[in-house]
């Protein structure tokens, strides 16, 4: 069966700080991922879009970037957080057309 | 206006009550609609996908969809505690594009025992 990876569950980093969160897919191969940020009164926006290796699409300008190094590794970064970048980040796939959206478990970013 | 509507509650029921989560929307061009329930600090999951209009049912849960009025609902027979939960309704007018995805903000839920 297929399972989504996400790391770490809570972050708390200082403004100006790096940023690096994880995601990785098992039991699947060439998986569309997706990172998304939730904020309160906000609802899910979505951050980062990938259909393969090196192929990210940026929805939303902003100070953060994505990689997919490998098939099943999607990475959200930053080089310098800002105070607007806290969240709930969560990672999420699909495989090609299915309209189901697996989402795992989540980030939460606290920048101070 | 924003796309999709939908009231954030917080929404308390006593356990058996029966509950009613709203969204509206006001593109007319919306085909697939979907509710995702999310606990809290986890990722959304899906509960209910339903096409075009119409009722589709899935054990205490029903998903219904009022083109016409550009209104959808979800319903749950005899809640439970755990039900308590955030619900999310999501749509979108293309097939297979997630990233045309619209969500509403949430309705926090609460089911007491």
């Known amino acids: 069966s297929q399972t989504i990876h996400q790391w770490p569950a809570t972050l708390v980093q200082p403004v100006g700080s790096p940023l690096s969160l994880e995601c990785t897919v098992e039991?699947?191969?060439?998986?569309?991922l997706y990172w998304y940020r939730q904020a309160a009164g906000r609802g899910l926006q979505l951050l980062f879009y990938s259909i393969g290796i090196d192929q990210i699409s940026s929805e939303v300008p902003q100070n953060l970037s994505a990689s997919r190094p490998q098939d099943r590794q999607f990475i959200l970064s930053s080089k310098k957080l800002l105070l607007s970048d806290s969240g709930f980040y969560l990672c999420a796939w699909t495989k090609g057309h299915n309209e189901k959206l697996f989402f795992g478990s989540g980030t939460q970013l606290s920048v101070l | 206006q924003k796309e999709v509507e939908q009231d954030p509650g917080p929404l308390s029921v006593p356990e058996g009550a029966i509950v009613s989560l709203n969204c509206t929307y006001s593109?007319?061009?919306?085909?697939?609609f979907m509710w995702y329930r999310q606990y809290s600090r986890k990722g959304p999951e899906l509960l209910m996908y339903t096409y075009s209009s119409g009722n589709k049912e899935d054990g205490r849960f029903t998903a219904q969809v009022d083109k016409s009025s550009k209104y959808i609902s979800l319903f749950i027979r005899d809640s439970q505690p755990s039900d308590s939960a955030t619900y999310l309704c999501?749509?979108?007018?293309?097939?297979?594009?997630?990233?045309?995805?619209?969500w509403g903000l949430g309705t926090s839920l609460a089911v007491n025992p």
């Open positions: 039991g699947t191969s060439n998986p569309n």
């Open positions: 593109n007319s061009a919306f085909q697939y």
């Open positions: 999501a749509m979108r007018h293309n097939a297979g594009n997630n990233r045309k995805l619209i």
